[in-house]
């Protein structure tokens, strides 16, 4: 019962997020952008980036407050969080990292590989 409560949760979860992206094909919004608020302190941004992985990393909704491209939350949500290690494997850098200005509007996939 609880497992197909959760399943349901993360088709709602996914379809939104996949009518998010066809709206924004052309040009990708980044709810970075949106939510400036948080992130104009970097500490207070890297907290709640954390708790929001700790709750809800299998969702990605931690790279969303980041500021990522739409397909990325829709990737966690499919797979459940990267196989279940991308959200750890993100919330160790969070932690880790004291500046999280390269993660902030990050398109990729794998926020720390690469270069901005």
């Given amino acids: 019962m609880a497992l197909t409560n959760c ?3 993360s088709l709602i979860i996914c379809f939104a997020l996949l009518s998010f992206a066809a709206q924004a094909e052309k040009e ?3 709810i970075g952008d949106i939510l400036k608020v948080g992130l104009k302190h970097p500490e207070n941004a890297r907290r709640v980036a954390i708790l929001l992985n700790v709750s809800l990393g299998y969702f990605g909704v931690h790279r969303m407050y980041l500021g990522t491209d ?3 939350p829709i990737f966690y949500t499919l797979s459940m969080g990267g196989g279940g290690l991308l ?3 993100d919330l160790g850098i969070l932690i880790a990292k004291k500046d999280i200005e390269p993660y902030i509007n990050n398109p990729r996939m794998f926020m720390w590989a690469g270069k901005n």
């Fill in 70 to 72: 739409p397909k990325v």
């Fill in 28 to 30: 990708p919004i980044l």
């Fill in 87 to 89: 959200w750890l494997v």
């Fill in 7 to 9: 399943l349901k949760r």
